[in-house]
């Protein structure tokens, strides 16, 4: 079984209680599944869970390079010339990012409102942008746009290899037969 769940913002990604946010317990009433790798609290979007431990073996472990997508708004208006180091690998201090796909895009259609909404600053614009990595790293495109000076303002996972979040309702999920 395959469980494609929209994960809100502020949401922790663990099922027991946590003192100051809400879990995946109080969005999927599914036993015995288990989260395909993680998405942090601050970020939205795709999260896969599983009964099926080779498919969360394949689907999160490096050696198998999973696409994820992400829809990322950033501070400023960077050129693809500005964003380009994210093409090639990138030093993150503790670690080498590998070459990344990068567009700029327009705002996703039927994007939710988040809530609490960003921080925006009225003399500096914010643009959209699909990153494609096949790493997933903690923190690692948030880490990545910051290094090229542009801040990730949201962060969206939108799709893990063909799974995405397409007609799934945020804090909804979506049962799959594997």
Not at 8 to 15: A, D, G
Request: overall charge positive.
């Amino acid at each position: 079984m395959i469980i494609l769940f929209n994960k809100p913002f502020n949401v922790v990604c663990q099922f027991s209680p946590h003192e100051k946010h809400q879990t995946l317990k109080d969005y999927i009433a599914v036993p015995n599944v288990y989260a395909v790798g993680r998405l942090d609290t601050d970020s939205e979007g795709l999260l896969i869970l599983t009964d099926d431990g080779a498919l969360q073996h394949r689907l999160s472990h490096p050696k198998y390079k999973e696409l994820k997508t992400y829809w990322v708004q950033v501070e400023g208006s960077p050129s693809m010339a500005e964003l380009s180091p994210l093409l090639t690998t990138l030093d993150l201090g503790d670690f080498i990012s590998m070459p990344a796909q990068v567009r700029i895009m327009a705002e996703p259609e039927h994007l939710w409102k988040r809530v609490p909404p960003i921080r925006e600053r009225k003399a500096i614009p914010t643009t959209w942008l699909e990153i494609k990595i096949t790493e997933g790293k903690n923190r690692q495109v948030r880490r990545m746009t910051a290094k090229v000076g542009f801040p990730t303002l949201r962060l969206i996972r939108y799709a893990i290899g063909d799974y995405t979040i397409d007609n799934i309702v945020l804090g909804s999920y979506l049962r799959v037969d594997a």
